[in-house]
Nanobody, 119 residues
Framework: QVQLVESGGGLVQPGGSLRLSCAAS????????MGWYRQAPGKQREFVAS???????NYHVSVKGRFTISRDNAKNTIILQMNSLKPEDTAVYYC?????????????WGKGTLVTVSS
């Protein structure tokens, strides 16, 4: 069992910044990828950013240069620093863990944290 707990969402004006964090606990394998997805009202959930246990990062093109993902492996925690926020970044942000051990793989989700970008 894996538990993911997000924090840091809220209301921010356009151009502002927010910092999301996600703490993972439970059975976490050494080979894993943690990341963030988001779902805006009326839209499908989409990938935002991810970071592997080796520190390799990946970003959606819409957030590249504005968002930075980082992780602390010792604490099984990831951080999403979001700068230059736009109204279209408004969504519920979900933490994601892809856990792998050989041929065994699982995917877990947090409950989400709401980010609202509005003046």
């Amino acid at each position: 069992q894996v538990q993911l707990v997000e924090s840091g969402g809220g209301l921010v004006q356009p151009g502002g910044s927010l910092r999301l964090s996600c703490a993972a606990s439970g059975r976490i394998f050494n080979d894993n990828t943690m990341g963030w997805y988001r779902q805006a009202p009326g839209k499908q959930r989409e990938f935002v950013a991810s970071v592997t246990n080796n520190g390799n990062t990946n970003y959606h093109v819409s957030v590249k240069g504005r968002f930075t993902i980082s992780r602390d492996n010792a604490k099984n925690t990831i951080i999403l620093q979001m700068n230059s926020l736009k109204p279209e970044d408004t969504a519920v942000y979900y933490c994601n863990l892809q856990n792998r051990q050989g041929a065994y793989a699982t995917v877990d989700w947090g409950k989400g944290t709401l980010v609202t970008v509005s003046s």
